[in-house]
């Protein structure tokens, strides 16, 4: 029996959430701590060093007797194989970059690997201090990357409203249906896509009994959305991306509509995205006439898609959901590292959603 339980023990992976204290990191330990093939080995916490996570996160009560511990990454590689870093944009690059040296595996949930042109990076967040790595990192997106993402050392997991927006997307502009330069996305987030630390537009007086749009024009993920989306279709793609605040805690709904190049039923579009999406473990796709729910993807790393051809004008709609904290964040890390880790590509994400 010994031999079994040090057997087991031997073949689990070991891992590191760093930024342990956030919403991302709370979710990935959430994730992992549950994960048949994986152990959690370290949690840091740059604020809060030192304290039982599970007095941080009292949900984590009898579940882990982890410890926060101070970011020192030759520490993190002497107890893990694989470290996820779940930290803001700008703070990960210089982490990152000392846990590669010290050989580690390394899955950055900020955006400050997503992107292969350092200049596009320059423009909407500012300076890079590791450009060196753009190169080493693959986008980590399964459904359009899972060859590269096997073999990396390095991932820079998708935003939550990208991956939202691509999903949908993707199959269309591969089968070249829709005019590449009519895209229009709207999409609404819950207000945990703004992460853990207080901001008085996120306090609940704000955004209760509210609903608004916001960085019309001018967020982030868009550059992310069009780099991903050219390197799916081949040609140069401007998306007009607006996203919205719901008062809600998790979930993302995205609706896209771009114009047909010609005429085609929604039956048609929907067996393009069936079949695109057929082998897909964590897409799924809406029958005619029902549409995505972010209730029915909440606490699980599926993505819901469904269609309507709007016939009158030309356009397909093509509408997403999934939960920001899961698909968007915490759940397509993992996924991503059961890729780079050779574990099937579910383990650990086979949760049901939280519908009611
Ligand atoms: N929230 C989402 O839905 C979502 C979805 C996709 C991607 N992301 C990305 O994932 C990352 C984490 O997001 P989040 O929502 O989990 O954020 P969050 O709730 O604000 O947590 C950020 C974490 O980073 C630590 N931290 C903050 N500033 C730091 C610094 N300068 N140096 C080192 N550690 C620092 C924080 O606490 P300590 O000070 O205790 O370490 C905390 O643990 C972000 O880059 C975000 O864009 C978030």
């Given at each position: 029996?010994?031999?079994?339980?040090?057997?087991?023990?031997?073949?689990?992976?070991?891992?590191?959430?760093?930024?342990?204290?956030?919403?991302?990191?709370?979710?990935?330990?959430?994730?992992?701590?549950?994960?048949?093939?994986?152990?959690?080995?370290?949690?840091?916490?740059?604020s809060?060093?030192?304290?039982?996570?599970?007095?941080?996160?009292?949900?984590?009560?009898?579940?882990?007797?982890?410890?926060?511990?101070?970011?020192?990454?030759?520490?993190?590689?002497?107890?893990?194989?694989?470290?996820?870093?779940?930290?803001?944009?700008?703070?990960?690059?210089?982490?990152?970059?000392?846990?590669?040296?010290?050989?580690?595996?390394?899955i950055?949930?900020?955006?400050?690997?997503?992107?292969?042109?350092?200049?596009?990076?320059?423009?909407?967040?500012?300076?890079?201090?590791?450009p060196?790595?753009?190169?080493?990192?693959?986008?980590?997106?399964?459904e359009?990357?899972?060859?590269?993402?096997?073999?990396?050392?390095?991932?820079?997991?998708?935003?939550?409203?990208?991956?939202?927006?691509?999903?949908?997307?993707?199959?269309?502009?591969?089968?070249?249906?829709?005019?590449?330069?009519?895209?229009?996305?709207?999409?609404?987030?819950?207000?945990?896509?703004?992460?853990?630390?207080?901001?008085?537009?996120?306090?609940?007086?704000?955004?209760?009994?509210?609903?608004?749009?916001?960085?019309?024009?001018?967020?982030?993920?868009?550059?992310?959305?069009?780099?991903?989306?050219?390197?799916?279709?081949?040609?140069?793609i401007?998306?007009?991306?607006?996203?919205?605040?719901?008062?809600?805690?998790?979930?993302?709904?995205?609706?896209?509509?771009?114009?047909?190049?010609?005429?085609?039923?929604?039956?048609?579009?929907?067996?393009?995205?069936?079949?695109?999406?057929?082998?897909?473990?964590?897409?799924?796709?809406?029958?005619?006439?029902?549409?995505?729910?972010?209730?029915?993807?909440?606490?699980?790393?599926?993505?819901?898609?469904?269609?309507?051809?709007?016939?009158?004008?030309?356009?397909?709609?093509?509408?997403?959901?999934l939960?920001?904290?899961?698909?968007?964040a915490?759940?397509?890390?993992?996924?991503?590292?059961?890729?780079?880790?050779?574990?099937?590509?579910?383990?650990?994400?086979?949760?049901?959603?939280?519908?009611?």
């Amino acid at each position: 029996m010994a031999s079994l339980f040090y057997y087991l023990e031997y073949e689990m992976i070991k891992t590191a959430v760093v930024g342990a204290t956030g919403y991302s990191g709370l979710e990935l330990i959430r994730i992992l701590l549950t994960h048949p093939q994986v152990k959690l080995t370290v949690i840091t916490s740059r604020s809060q060093p030192g304290i039982a996570i599970s007095e941080i996160f009292p949900a984590l009560k009898n579940r882990t007797n982890l410890i926060t511990e101070s970011l020192i990454p030759a520490a993190i590689a002497e107890k893990a194989d694989i470290v996820f870093t779940a930290l803001p944009h700008g703070a990960s690059m210089d982490v990152v970059n000392s846990l590669v040296e010290q050989n580690m595996k390394v899955i950055d949930l900020s955006a400050d690997f997503r992107f292969r042109d350092q200049k596009v990076y320059t423009e909407w967040y500012g300076e890079h201090k590791a450009p060196l790595l753009l190169d080493k990192a693959v986008y980590g997106l399964p459904e359009l990357n899972r060859a590269e993402i096997k073999s990396a050392t390095l991932v820079g997991n998708p935003g939550c409203y990208p991956t939202s927006a691509i999903l949908p997307l993707l199959p269309l502009l591969k089968e070249k249906v829709i005019d590449d330069k009519t895209v229009v996305i709207n999409s609404a987030s819950g207000v945990t896509g703004a992460g853990r630390s207080a901001s008085t537009g996120n306090i609940f007086c704000e955004v209760n009994e509210s609903f608004k749009p916001y960085k019309v024009g001018e967020h982030r993920h868009t550059p992310e959305i069009e780099e991903a989306l050219k390197s799916s279709s081949g040609s140069e793609i401007k998306v007009t991306f607006t996203p919205h605040l719901a008062p809600m805690n998790r979930g993302i709904l995205s609706t896209v509509t771009a114009n047909l190049k010609e005429g085609m039923s929604t039956s048609k579009i929907l067996n393009i995205l069936k079949g695109f999406y057929e082998h897909e473990p964590f897409v799924r796709i809406c029958p005619e006439g029902v549409y995505p729910d972010t209730s029915d993807v909440r606490g699980s790393n599926y993505c819901d898609i469904g269609v309507k051809v709007d016939e009158r004008t030309g356009r397909v709609v093509i509408m997403s959901a999934l939960d920001n904290l899961v698909k968007g964040a915490a759940g397509q890390a993992v996924q991503n590292m059961n890729l780079m880790s050779g574990l099937g590509e579910d383990a650990g994400l086979r949760h049901i959603p939280i519908s009611i």
